[in-house]
């Protein structure tokens, strides 16, 4: 990690687990849309679409 | 190593974090596409109840219909018979072992529980494989034993035999020790096939028959040639009530082999004028003699309008679904007892059955009534009734046919001229209150829609409704599915 500027780091780890929960939803959806039943099986993917949204609350109102 | 830490130390906090993050996303895909593909041609998916942390749609589910089943509690409820689910699998596979655990609540009018998976979704047909058969326990411990292995289970009421391979070569030559009338007058099989050559010596084959009595829905049947020719023509009438294709397929079996077949496909599932269809098929052939059997793959929209055959030997095998409105009929069975439903309000009324008055007095209700073993008069006031049993129905007593051995049904008593009981058959072990049953079903040829398989599981004479006394908690179904890796498959595909 960077240790010269820990709030850059901070904001810039938010924001890219934000786009790596974006891409992840979006490939499991299209996913579950070519082979249905793929990931809903084992997970459902609510809670990721929970979790996306939370990152991305948190990267809006974190930034500083 | 030293190449590889200063190539990470070179690199943007930016960079290490996105390839950490494309790494974790890499895997997971790739985790998903792997249980997909099921590289290694073999997984197990279970269910238990209570789910605990499950969050997934899971393999095993649609429990239905809805009010024979009580998911509510820390097991699922079955109440009534039968219980159908389906098996989402990612791709074909050949061969599925299950295992279910489950406290049995059961009385012991319903000592028989099995499991089975589609095999035509145009008839219904289900391939059957036992859980558990009360009857057959009872008797491996009453009765001695001279093989009790995974193969197969034989018991004698006394102790004809102590050698299997001279058991063996008796009943392969039709010669079992206290059995006069042959292996099927002795013999009661469960999950067992029984192969002995059925003949009928003084048959004398008099004038052809015609069954003009309405038939709704699949049917199969035994038929006895003596000639050397032989014929059978059906008509058919395509009611055309639903808007689905109604294939017509007509097989001649003898033995396990298909001597003749004819399928007529239904070019035009909805006519214009919604009215019904009618259509023939006849099959004929050379130097016929013997037992046949015929099957009719039809959906329940086709109607066996009439049947003609060269032999007045006709026994229709398990069901019969008469219909017309005309009334009154007059049937027989070999069985001891019979089976009734309707889904027509206005075929509801009395059943004779063996002399006796029965009422069916509710519709979507299977009715089963009871009565001495041998051939049983069945007279019907109304038809439209769907009859069903472990034996066979024929038009006339002198037609009735059963070349198969007597089965270890609910209703199985042990007569004095059964001798030998033979099944295919591994007893549930138990364990604390809860048993554990195995059974194993064959996947090649069974419905696969869309990656769904479905299950049934059969608690014959099961009818309580949820909250009924008796009931059958099962706590964990298991499955584990076999079929070629992915390895095979390349190879099979390369080969072509």
Not at chain 2, 83 to 91: D, K, M, N, W
Request: net charge positive; charged share 25%; with cysteine.
């Amino acid at each position: 990690m960077d240790k010269k500027d820990p709030i850059n780091n901070k904001n810039l780890i938010i924001r890219e687990l934000f786009y790596f929960f974006t891409i992840l939803a979006a490939v499991f959806i299209v996913m579950e849309i070519i082979w249905p039943n793929i990931i809903l099986a084992y997970f459902n993917l609510n809670y990721l679409l929970i979790i996306w949204l939370i990152s991305g609350l948190v990267m809006l109102f974190w930034k500083k | 190593m030293k190449k590889l830490r200063s190539f990470w130390e070179k690199r943007s906090f930016l960079f290490k974090i996105r390839l950490i993050l494309g790494l974790i996303s890499l895997i997971l895909v790739l985790l998903f596409l792997c249980l997909k593909i099921v590289l290694f041609g073999h997984i197990t998916y279970s269910r238990t109840w209570p789910r605990g942390l499950a969050s997934g749609k899971g393999f095993i589910y649609d429990f239905k219909p809805a009010e024979r089943i009580d998911a509510s509690s820390s097991s699922l409820r079955l109440a009534a018979d039968p219980v159908y689910f389906s098996l989402y699998a990612p791709r074909a596979f050949d061969r599925a072992e299950i295992t279910v655990k489950y406290r049995d609540r059961l009385a012991t009018t319903t000592p028989i529980i099995e499991i089975g998976v589609l095999k035509d979704k145009l008839t219904g047909q289900y391939e059957l494989q036992p859980l558990q058969n009360n009857i057959v326990d009872r008797y491996r411990f009453s009765w001695p034993r001279l093989e009790d292995s995974s193969d197969r289970l034989v018991l004698q009421t006394e102790k004809y035999y102590n050698d299997v391979s001279e058991f063996n070569q008796d009943l392969k030559a039709g010669n079992l020790k206290g059995c006069l009338g042959g292996p099927t007058s002795c013999v009661a099989t469960y999950n067992y096939q029984l192969n002995s050559e059925f003949r009928l010596p003084d048959y004398v084959s008099l004038t052809p028959t015609v069954i003009s009595q309405p038939l709704r829905g699949a049917h199969q049947f035994y038929v006895y040639f003596k000639s050397s020719s032989w014929r059978l023509a059906f008509n058919f009438v395509d009611l055309n009530l639903d808007k689905e294709q109604d294939p017509i397929t007509v097989n001649v079996y003898s033995g396990d082999k298909i001597i003749a077949a004819k399928t007529l496909a239904d070019n035009n599932p909805t006519p214009d004028n919604g009215q019904s269809e009618e259509k023939a098929i006849t099959l004929s052939g050379q130097e016929a003699s013997g037992l046949y059997r015929v099957e009719i793959k039809v959906s329940d929209d086709i109607v066996i309008s009439k049947l003609e055959s060269s032999s007045d030997k006709i026994s229709f095998i398990n069901k019969l679904w008469p219909v017309s409105g005309k009334g009154s009929l007059t049937l027989f069975t070999d069985a001891s007892y019979l089976g009734v439903s309707t889904v027509n309000p206005v075929s509801l009324g009395e059943v004779i059955f063996a002399g006796k008055n029965f009422s069916l007095d509710k519709t979507y209700k299977q009715f089963y009534f009871q009565a001495s073993s041998g051939a049983n008069k069945i007279v019907l006031d109304k038809d439209d009734l769907v009859l069903e049993n472990s034996g066979v129905f024929a038009f006339s007593s002198a037609s009735l046919i059963d070349p198969g051995a007597k089965k270890v049904d609910r209703y199985f008593s042990a007569s004095d001229n059964i001798k030998y009981i033979i099944a295919v058959y591994e007893r549930p072990l138990e364990n604390d209150g809860v048993k554990t049953a195995r059974a194993a079903l064959n996947l090649r040829g069974a419905v696969n829609e869309k990656n769904k398989y479905t299950f049934l599981i059969s608690i014959p004479g099961l009818d309580g409704l949820a909250g009924a006394e008796n009931y059958l908690d099962i706590q964990e179904i298991q499955i584990k599915l076999t079929g070629k890796t992915i390895f095979e498959k390349i190879k099979e595909i390369l080969r072509k």
